[in-house]
Nanobody, 128 residues
Framework: QLQFVESGGGLVQPGRSLRLSCAASGFTLDYYVIGWFRQAPGKEHEGVSCISSSDSSTYYADSVKGRFTMFRDNAKNTVYLQMNSLNPEDTDVYYC?????????????????????WGQGTQVTVSS
């Protein structure tokens, strides 16, 4: 059974940093595209970043580019989202998700519609 355990969320002041973790069990991350999403109450999931299965290429939403970094540790079967220079607009529930990698192994997706497996989410609140 494919499962994610997300951690690292919390309350942080504007300008500070958080690192989210997404530990997978029941499958090996190597063969999946992994995405981070966030969702505000009453809104749809917003793609934040994703990482490819083959070469760990990453893609970011414009709203987080230059501030967030996504990376994977295959030995730990875990994906991380390093979030720097946080601002109140980053307040949301953050989710990681997995999708089967494309046949080429390259590329990833920022659309939540492409993902089949989702974690339970972790709350990030940025406030002074």
């Amino acid at each position: 059974q494919l499962q994610f355990v997300e951690s690292g969320g919390g309350l942080v002041q504007p300008g500070r940093s958080l690192r989210l973790s997404c530990a997978a069990s029941g499958f090996t991350l190597d063969y999946y595209v992994i995405g981070w999403f966030r969702q505000a109450p009453g809104k749809e999931h917003e793609g934040v970043s994703c990482i490819s299965s083959s070469d760990s290429s990453t893609y970011y939403a414009d709203s987080v580019k230059g501030r967030f970094t996504m990376f994977r540790d295959n030995a730990k079967n875990t994906v991380y989202l390093q979030m720097n220079s946080l601002n109140p607009e980053d307040t949301d529930v953050y989710y990681c998700a997995a999708a089967p990698a494309p046949k080429s192994g390259y590329g990833c997706y920022l659309s939540p519609d492409e993902y089949d497996y989702w974690g339970q989410g972790t709350q990030v609140t940025v406030s002074s």
